[in-house]
Each structure stands twice: as structure tokens, then as C-alpha cells.
């Protein structure tokens, strides 16, 4: 077992989580906020829910479909947060189409969009860092 393949595991159980936010009582607001800051519809719930199945895949099949999962996954979460940082909206779950530009403050957007970009981010570092196969 691979390094590549078990953090494709952990991304699993991440995104399985991220996915089962709006359904564990206490983390959502009354305006249906998980921690106060995302608004999670079962649009994201289902991305997060897909994205989560593929890494597990990934990681059961291969060191090679790790990466793969790795550099995909990381390059698409992290322009999604790049993009969410300069307007305030992302395109995984067709915010900059449906919502536009928006207009908040830039301390809230890095809240909203660090989990994105962490994910993402850490994605690609491990997949080019990690990659024992060179």
C-alpha cells in the first residue's frame, strides 16, 4: 500500500464528511449554515458525495489511479477556491454562472473557500511529493 493510496483514503473519509455536514444536528444554523459560513444544498452534498466515491475507488485500485485522483481532484478544488477568493463564487457547484460576482467581505471569503483550497492544495502537493513510482 502506497502513500498515494492511503491519502486517497483519507480524502474518503473527508469528503464523506463534508458530505454528511448538513445532517449531523448542532452544525448548522438556523439559516441552514454549516458553521455559521457554507450553504450546503444537496447539489454540493452529492458533488462532495461523488468526489468521496472516486477517491475510494482511486485508492482501491492503484497507486496510479491514486494520482490520478490526486492531480485531477487537487487542480479542480483548488482553481474551484482560486476562483471563489477573486469572486466570491465557484464553479463546482455553478456559483459564478447562477450567483455571478459577489460582493463579500475577503476575510469570509477565505473562510468560505479554505476548505477547497486545503484540499485541493494538498492534493496536488501530494501527488507530485509523494509519488514514489518516479
Known sequence: MTTLRWIAFGYFIALLTAA???YVPGLTDE???AFGIFALDIFDDSLHAASAL???IAGLVSHRASRIFLLYFGALYLGDGVLGLITGSGYL???IF???VLDLEFGF???A???HLALGGFAL???FVFDRSK
Open 98 to 100: 447562477t450567483n455571478g
Open 109 to 111: 471569503k477565505i473562510l
Open 31 to 33: 439559516n441552514g449554515l
Open 54 to 56: 472516486w477517491a475510494l
Open 20 to 22: 454528511a455536514l448538513n
Open 93 to 95: 457547484d455553478f456559483g
Open 113 to 115: 473557500n479554505l476548505p
Open 125 to 127: 502537493f501530494s501527488a
